[in-house]
């Protein structure tokens, strides 16, 4: 082989037409990704199922009927002069109690929430790391650079 038709060959190599100008991969940039609802019904499987989306529910519940309530009951006494006078420690009460409940069940809700989270995310990313692993090698490995394999991963993580 001449000196010119290596040449040729290596400006050449990678090439699979004009269009595409020696890159041997598609751009990540390029690619349009949709996710679907199997996607979301998954993720909430892995943090734990439905029953934890009925607690933050709940929990979300009894923080607004006590903020709701908190607040009426704040007006109507600022209203009332004569139990402004006589119920000092009714009114301390209740609204110590009502602000004890509320920022309990606000705890309980970011509690369940951050417990979904850590599930959901070490449950996906070991079954991303099996399917990675498990994957044939003259399909994947051979074909996808390490870099992107590396990308993806941590993209996913985000």
């Not at 909430?44 to 989306?53: D, H, P, S, V």
Request: without cysteine; neutral net charge.
């Amino acid at each position: 082989m001449t000196l010119e038709e290596k040449l040729e060959r290596f400006e050449n190599f990678g090439k699979v037409s004009k269009k595409d100008d020696g890159k041997i991969i598609k751009d990540e940039n390029e690619e349009v990704i949709q996710v679907k609802y199997s996607t979301y019904q998954k993720l909430i499987e892995y943090a734990g199922g439905n029953k934890f989306l009925v607690y933050i529910n709940i929990a979300l519940m009894i923080t607004k009927i006590g903020e709701t309530y908190l607040t009426w009951y704040i007006g109507m006494w600022a209203t009332d002069q004569v139990a402004q006078l006589e119920n000092h420690n009714k009114f301390a009460l209740v609204v110590f109690g009502m602000a004890a409940l509320t920022s309990i069940a606000e705890f309980m809700r970011s509690k369940i929430v951050s417990i979904m989270i850590y599930k959901a995310g070490n449950k996906a990313h070991s079954e991303i790391i099996k399917s990675v692993l498990m994957a044939p090698i003259n399909s994947f490995f051979d074909v996808t650079p390490t870099g992107l394999i590396i990308n993806r991963f941590s993209k996913d993580l985000d």
